[in-house]
């Protein structure tokens, strides 16, 4: 096999990367690429009964366990949840982090998020973009020669403007293990979340219940997806399979990284078979 490629996907918190891009991780690790997922923040309030170092060590394990999955690595950093601001040590530390990695492709939230972790999660990677080429910017981390290749997780906010996918993947091969990533997420997807949203009396107590309930609960958001990339999934993969793809992620080209061009997209995308 030639060069694997190397994804890094950088959310706010440890569970955004697999959940916005867990098919996408799983593709990648399945064909032999290496993928390192990121949380900014250490989770540390994401949660009504148990908060600080507790929570944040509790998820930093669910975090691992969920990489583990799929063969990847899942680094947390140790900004307080609901607390990450675009500070320069903030931003130099994502610039050593891209650095480091030597990523293909970086993946991001938008800009536009209804969590601040999330917008300024965004800001830094996008503030990292181009210095992290400047070698006397923050010298003591080597220097990259190229830009990455540098995209946005999927959303469906619309203001100031609606997501447009520059790539669409079916995940359907890989639905159950973008499952049973999240799955390792007990703190959140079985406890946080269901209380947040006052259904927490809906969670199964036995594992196996569970974790249908939590596949359930989250395919109607691929399904969404692929039907809004409908006409993008047709171009990518043909009208035959393109329009009967039945759950989907994309990715949308930042434009301060490397373009997320043809080649681009043919390169870091190589399970696709670009139809058009
Ligand atoms: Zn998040």
């Not at 890094?8 to 991780?25: E, R, S, V």
């Not at 399945?30 to 998820?59: C, E, F, I, W």
């Not at 669910?62 to 500070?87: K, R, W």
């Not at 809906?202 to 109607?220: G, N, S, T, Y």
């Amino acid at each position: 096999m030639s060069t694997p490629l190397r994804l890094l996907i950088i959310g706010a918190h440890p569970d955004d990367a697999d959940y916005a891009a867990g098919g996408l991780a799983s593709l990648y690790r399945a064909a032999g690429h290496v993928v390192g997922m990121v949380s900014l923040t250490n989770g540390d309030a994401g949660h009504h009964v148990k908060a600080g170092p507790t929570l944040a060590q509790r998820r930093w394990q669910e975090a691992q366990n969920s990489a583990a999955v799929i063969g990847a690595s899942y680094q947390i950093f140790d900004f307080h949840d609901g607390e990450l601001m675009p500070t320069l040590d903030a931003r130099h530390q994502v610039v050593a982090l891209i650095r480091n990695f030597k990523p293909d492709l970086v993946l991001t939230h938008r800009p536009n998020d209804y969590h601040p972790d999330h917008r300024y999660t965004s800001q830094l990677v996008q503030d990292a973009a181009y210095v992290v080429t400047v070698p006397f910017y923050v010298p003591s981390a080597p220097y990259l020669s190229r830009d990455p290749v540098i995209a946005y997780l999927p959303d469906f906010f619309q203001k100031p403007t609606v997501f447009e996918p520059t790539v669409a993947i079916d995940v359907g091969p890989v639905v159950d293990k973008i499952v049973a990533m999240l799955h390792c997420h007990t703190s959140q997807f079985y406890e946080w979340l269901p209380f947040n949203r006052g259904v927490a009396d809906q969670v199964p107590a036995e594992d196996a219940h569970r974790r249908q309930w939590l596949k359930d609960w989250f395919i109607p958001k691929l399904r969404s997806q692929a039907d809004h990339y409908r006409k993008l999934l047709i171009k990518l993969y043909g009208s035959e399979r393109g329009a009967k793809i039945e759950f989907a992620e994309g990715f949308e080209g930042c434009e301060y990284g490397a373009p997320l061009d043809d080649e681009a997209r043919r390169r870091l995308f190589p399970f696709v078979p670009f139809a058009l």
